[in-house]
């Protein structure tokens, strides 16, 4: 009895090599990471750069993260977050654009990354929605030395 299968794309595979079939175990949950002990694809390498990044350039500064869906964005993003919690003039805040796919792009970030940062002023958040595209600030005169 031949103990040769057809495998995917043409090859054989040897039936009699297998010791058993994947089980569950084997399996890695499709979820975003939020501790480093679940980090099985070393992600936190790639964490301790963005940290390292955020904490050592001029500031102001955005540092956002790119990659395909299903990268490991968010779990990385979950990683940086946990490490500059408390960091002195570090924040950290997180936009899912494709949550907001269908709203326009600047307002909502803008509003998503204020309410991350705790801005609480009505005024702000008024001038967003009321068409306007600058909000107005009034300084006090100078005072001329004699």
Known sequence: MDSRVAGVGGFDADVTSRSRLLGPEDLIEDRELTDVQEDRFEHQRIADQLVELA????????????????????????????????????RFVRFD??????????????????????????????????????????????VSGR
């Open 55 to 90: 904490t050592r350039v001029d500031t102001p500064t955005n540092i956002a993260l790119y990659g395909p869906w299903g990268s490991g964005k968010s779990g990385i993003a979950n990683l940086v977050k946990g490490r500059l919690h408390g960091v002195k003039g570090v």
């Open 97 to 142: 654009a494709f949550k907001y796919a269908e709203n326009p792009l600047r307002r909502t970030f803008v509003t998503a990354a204020a309410n991350e940062l705790g801005v609480t002023d009505a005024k702000y958040h008024e001038d967003l929605y009321s068409g306007r595209t600058r909000t107005d600030s009034v300084s006090p005169p100078r």
